[in-house]
């Protein structure tokens, strides 16, 4: 596996530091950014090129689902995962074009290798 250039977009930073110290961590995984809002991935995302993206759901502005459903239009898009402390059906996921959905708590390094491996099998 080549190094898969990760970007994390969660509006809370304490959150931010925790994914990106467990991206960090994992082997094959770098981070290419860290940014707080929607708005910012938009712009990020043809800047950075990074191959998976990690997505708070509840961003304000542009919130991480329509994020997502801007990023994954374009060519060649990088995979989005979507992160959140509530649960998947509290939300319409349908067409966003995410690959997934994962919870916050439980999200480590046997996750994250979990989600780029499925990458191929969207669950959104």
């Given at each position: 596996?080549?190094?898969?250039?990760v970007l994390?977009v969660?509006?809370?930073?304490?959150?931010?530091r925790?994914?990106?110290a467990?991206?960090s961590e994992?082997d094959?995984?770098?981070v290419?950014?860290s940014?707080?809002s929607?708005?910012?991935?938009l712009?990020?995302?043809p800047?950075l090129?990074?191959?998976?993206?990690?997505?708070?759901?509840?961003?304000?502005?542009?919130?991480?689902?329509?994020?997502?459903?801007?990023?994954?239009?374009?060519?060649?898009?990088?995979v989005?995962?979507?992160?959140?402390?509530?649960?998947?059906?509290?939300?319409?996921?349908?067409?966003?074009?995410?690959?997934?959905?994962?919870?916050?708590a439980?999200?480590g390094p046997?996750?994250?290798?979990?989600?780029?491996?499925?990458?191929?099998?969207?669950?959104?």
């Amino acid at each position: 596996m080549g190094e898969v250039r990760v970007l994390i977009v969660d509006d809370q930073e304490p959150f931010r530091r925790a994914i990106a110290a467990v991206v960090s961590e994992t082997d094959g995984f770098v981070v290419v950014a860290s940014i707080s809002s929607g708005e910012e991935a938009l712009l990020a995302v043809p800047r950075l090129r990074p191959s998976l993206v990690l997505m708070d759901v509840n961003l304000p502005g542009i919130d991480g689902i329509e994020a997502t459903r801007r990023i994954t239009r374009d060519a060649d898009p990088p995979v989005v995962v979507l992160l959140s402390t509530y649960d998947r059906e509290e939300f319409d996921l349908s067409g966003c074009g995410a690959a997934s959905y994962l919870a916050k708590a439980s999200f480590g390094p046997d996750i994250l290798t979990d989600a780029w491996a499925r990458r191929h099998r969207p669950e959104c």
